[in-house]
């Protein structure tokens, strides 16, 4: 991403008989009908801003489609929306209120049964939000949209108790001890000392600890924490949470952390459900459009 070269490989499918291996080798590719030898013009190339899923491509007079990408790639741009528009959700919002000005009631009243909003399908939010936007919004946004309000499957919350225990039963084993340390790095950022900072202050200085964690734990506070990114996170109880020093939890016995994490996470951050399993909670997505006091107000 940081020069903009671009590779394509070809994967093979289980008993496909087709063998894998490098379509287009890492290099910077123009766009169609572009030349080098253009006069007084720059020729233009791909950059990571051409790449979103539902995008068509022609690179090499080759012709892709983009279909989907990985959850890596999702959670990146979802952490850095200011370099991804289409990962913003901020924006997305925008767009959909300046186009529900005038039939909001209606878009609302089409998830309305017995007079609540009830989870619906990915699909079905999708085909809403398309038929509002039409061209306007990509597949790419929507994918977005429907990962921030997926819905939460209470059976799914992970345990606290268990997650402490489990998080300092493994700082003690590696004899992490540096926790004054950890507040005091937390502390640059809480200008007005009120022991609070944003989920992106507590995110950094958690990475930057380096806590002798796997990603699955850390991915397990993260959730526990500062599940959206409007979070404000307690810094100084999440310390406590951390510390077996003054506040032990019992220990836990030797688990498989990968599994635990796949039983328990409240929203599967790495092994996200495919979004045809996904259901959309309608109700926290009209709330996040922020239009019924707007709508009640025009229409009294």
Excluded at 16 to 39: A, D, E, V
Excluded at 175 to 192: A, I, T
Excluded at 243 to 257: G, L, Q, S
């Amino acid at each position: 991403m940081a020069d903009n070269t671009i590779s394509v490989y070809k994967s093979s499918g289980q008993n496909s008989g087709c063998g894998s291996g490098m379509i287009i080798g890492k290099r910077k590719l123009l766009k169609p009908n572009q030349s080098m030898r253009t006069i007084n013009t720059y020729p233009e190339y791909y950059t990571y801003e051409d790449l979103y899923v539902g995008a068509q491509v022609e690179m090499d007079r080759f012709k892709f489609k983009i279909i989907g990408c990985d959850e890596y790639t999702l959670k990146f741009m979802e952490n850095f929306p200011h370099r991804f528009p289409k990962a913003n959700i901020g924006l997305i919002l925008d767009k959909l209120r300046l186009r529900l000005q005038d039939n909001y009631k209606i878009f609302v009243s089409q998830y309305m049964k017995q007079a609540r909003l009830d989870p619906v399908p990915y699909a079905e939010f999708s085909s809403a939000i398309h038929k509002v936007l039409g061209e306007d919004i990509k597949e790419q946004e929507v994918l977005h949209l429907g990962r921030r309000f997926q819905k939460v499957d209470p059976q799914f919350e992970i345990n606290q108790e268990e997650l402490r225990s489990l998080v300092q039963t493994n700082l003690r084993r590696k004899l992490f001890f540096e926790f004054s340390k950890l507040e005091e790095n937390y502390h640059k950022y809480d200008v007005d000392k009120s022991g609070m900072v944003k989920k992106k202050e507590f995110m950094y200085v958690l990475k930057g600890a380096r806590l002798p964690l796997s990603r699955d734990l850390v991915c397990a506070l993260e959730q526990s924490f500062a599940p959206h990114e409007e979070s404000i996170v307690n810094y100084t109880e999440f310390i406590k949470f951390l510390n077996y020093k003054k506040y032990p939890a019992p220990e836990c016995p030797p688990m498989n952390t990968m599994m635990y994490m796949q039983g328990n996470t409240r929203r599967s951050d790495l092994t996200r459900s495919k979004l045809s399993n996904i259901q959309v909670d309608v109700a926290e997505f009209i709330k996040a459009l922020g239009m019924e006091e707007q709508f009640i107000r025009e229409n009294s």
